[in-house]
Nanobody, 117 residues
């Protein structure tokens, strides 16, 4: 099992930036595919970005060119750099860890991102 702790959320104006961090407890972090999701009340959780254990990244269309996901295996940490933020980015953002090749997800507690117009 792995514990995930997110941080870095907050209140920012339209066009601003935030960097989310997610620290994982497991020493085999490098073997996990990592992802960020977000959720607003009353809507399903939405996938935002992923980085695989071998460093391949992918993004939902709505954040391409604005968000960057990265990982530092030495620090057991995955990041989400969010630039040019929009009010529609407002959501609780969750970190997800999945052992590569397995259908098993671990979630953090979430961090709130609020973008004011």
């Amino acid at each position: 099992q792995v514990q995930l702790v997110e941080s870095g959320g907050g209140l920012v104006q339209t066009g601003g930036s935030l960097r989310l961090s997610c620290v994982a407890s497991r020493t085999l972090f490098r073997m996990y595919d990592m992802a960020w999701y977000r959720q607003v009340p009353g809507k399903p959780r939405e996938w935002v970005a992923s980085v695989t254990s071998d460093g391949n990244t992918s993004y939902v269309d709505s954040v391409k060119g604005r968000f960057t996901i990265s990982r530092d295996n030495a620090k057991n940490t995955v990041y989400l750099q969010m630039n040019s933020l929009k009010p529609e980015d407002t959501a609780v953002h969750y970190c997800d860890a999945r052992p590569h090749g397995l259908a098993m997800d671990y979630w953090g507690q979430g961090t709130q991102v609020t973008v004011s117009s």
